[in-house]
């Protein structure tokens, strides 16, 4: 299993950027889904970017494209979302994720149902 723990949220004016951070801890090392996901308030759970290890390849969701960013530091185990002109819609609680052990490119790596662990979330306010 894998332990995530999200920083870096907080409040921020309309146009303005953050950079969340979510600490992971692997027992087992190998090629595996790491992703972001947010939730505001009254809706479901949505994707926001992936990240698979296995080709070093990252996937955004076409509502933060262009304005988003997700990259990892291996050495250090973290994964890093960067947020930039952000919008009001865009203020949500953000989750950090990862999948069980993957051999291959995933086909749908922003699907939920590939993930397994997830953190706690850190609150974005966007006004």
């Known amino acids: 299993h894998v332990q995530l723990v999200e920083s870096g949220g907080g409040s921020v004016q309309a146009g303005g950027s953050l950079r969340l951070s979510c600490e992971i801890s692997?027992?087992?090392?190998?090629?595996?889904?790491m992703g972001w996901f947010r939730q505001a308030p009254g809706k479901e759970r949505a994707a926001v970017a992936a990240h698979y290890t296995g080709t070093a390849t990252t996937y955004v969701a076409d509502s933060v494209k262009g304005r988003f960013a997700i990259s990892e530091d291996n050495a250090k185990n973290i994964l890093y979302l960067q947020m930039n002109s952000l919008q009001p819609e865009d203020t949500a609680i953000y989750y950090c994720a990862a999948s069980a052990p993957y051999l291959g490119s995933p086909s749908t790596p922003l699907s939920a149902s590939l993930y397994y662990d997830w953190g706690q979330g850190t609150q974005v306010t966007v006004s």
């Open positions: 692997l027992y087992i090392y190998s090629s595996y889904c």
